[in-house]
């Protein structure tokens, strides 16, 4: 059987000699596994479209419940994330957030779209990447079903002041009530602004609110921690981001 998708490589395994194994999220079917023989090769005509952190026109052959790569075609490389090492770090944390996320055969076409959108921002560098980072924590766990509630404090009811988040719960709350909620992020009230903004935006526009320097860095905390809360896990792409970022001194 044969089918065509557009898919992302999310991750990319070397298998014997020649051979990739891939992991796709895809406009139809979701999270897909495929293998693409003969990807390494000089001659393979898949070689580009097979790479991790690029999105492709595939022709899939399917076979007892496995799936095989037949044709692929490059349809948009990011080819800014393979210019520079910090942004294809960074970009590898996006895609392993995804693979994490993401249920096998399970079509999540906003979650491809949220993927797509900030690769291409990250790519151009169209805002800072401690923005798209946050952006797209932050939507991430509003489409895995885990949005925290931004409104008002959950402890006394009131619009928060001195807003802080709490990890646990994934409610905001105000910074004098946060004994009450756990462990917490604290926030400032334009990186509470940002945060629904993000979660409640049309999805082409998640990166278009404005924010200081200070609240960002509180947002980015706040989104990180709550993400890695919910994953249960953490993940070396980031921590490999991190080391880059520190060694370059952004």
């Not at 051979?19 to 406009?27: A, Q, V």
């Not at 509470?192 to 999805?203: G, M, Q, S």
């Not at 082409?204 to 404005?210: D, N, T």
């Amino acid at each position: 059987m044969f089918k065509t998708v557009n898919a992302l490589v999310l991750r990319e395994v070397r298998y014997k000699e020649a051979d990739r194994i891939l992991t796709l999220l895809t406009d139809t079917d979701g999270k897909l596994t495929v293998k693409a023989r003969g990807a390494l090769r000089k001659s393979s005509k898949t070689a580009a479209a097979t790479q991790q952190l690029t999105y492709s026109e595939m022709t899939l052959f399917g076979n007892r419940g496995r799936w095989t790569v037949n044709e692929a075609s490059v349809k948009e490389a990011f080819s800014g994330l393979r210019e520079e090492l910090e942004r294809f770090s960074l970009g590898a944390y996006l895609a392993e957030c995804m693979e994490a996320f993401s249920v096998e055969e399970q079509p999540e076409p906003e979650l491809l779209q949220l993927g797509l959108n900030c690769l291409y921002a990250l790519s151009r560098a169209l805002c800072p990447a401690e923005k798209i980072k946050a952006a797209f924590e932050l939507r991430l766990m509003c489409l895995s079903g885990y949005a925290p509630e931004l409104g008002r404090c959950a402890v006394c009811g009131k619009e928060p002041q001195e807003p802080a988040l709490s990890l646990d719960r994934g409610q905001v709350c105000c910074g004098a009530c946060g004994y009450a909620v756990g462990e917490r992020a604290d926030l400032t009230g334009g990186a509470l602004e940002a945060a629904r903004h993000i979660c409640t935006a049309p999805a082409k526009q998640i990166l278009s609110f404005q924010i200081g320097d200070d609240a960002l860095l509180r947002l980015s905390d706040a989104s990180e921690r709550y993400l890695l809360r919910r994953a249960e896990r953490g993940f070396s792409t980031l921590d490999y981001w991190k080391r880059i970022r520190n060694t370059s001194g952004t």
